[in-house]
C-alpha cells in the first residue's frame, strides 16, 4: 500500500492524494466512478480499488475525502504492521469547503 495512492477517475489517473486530500477535477453532468490505484513514486502501479460511483447533475459540485482507518495489526517476524483500509467517502459541501479554505485551492 503507497502511502499517497493515485486517484483514478473513470478509468483516467490524475495524481497522487494525501490522507485528507483534496483537488480539483472537473467532470460532466453523468456517472461516474473515483477509485484509488498504488502509486511507487507517483507512478500507479495494480489494478484499481476502493472505487465508489456517483453520479454528477448540471451545475453541482461534489466533494470527496481520502482517508484511511488502521483495522488492526498483523505481526511479520518481530513487527506489527497495520492493516489498512483506505478509500473516498462524500462529505457535505460546507466542510468540503471549510478544509479547502485552509489550502491553495481557493479559485476553485
Known sequence: ????????????????IKIGGYFPIRLEPGEHQIGLRASIFGHAV????????FEIAPGEVKYFEYAQI????????????????????????????KVIEKTRLLNY
Open 46 to 53: 495494480g489494478g484499481v480499488r476502493s472505487s465508489i460511483a
Open 70 to 97: 488502521t483495522q488492526g495489526y498483523k505481526k511479520y517476524g518481530d513487527t506489527d504492521v497495520a492493516e489498512v483500509k483506505e478509500y473516498f467517502m462524500e462529505v457535505p459541501a460546507l466542510y468540503g469547503k
Open 1 to 16: 500500500m503507497s502511502a499517497k495512492p493515485m486517484v483514478v477517475v473513470n478509468g483516467k489517473e490524475y495524481r497522487t
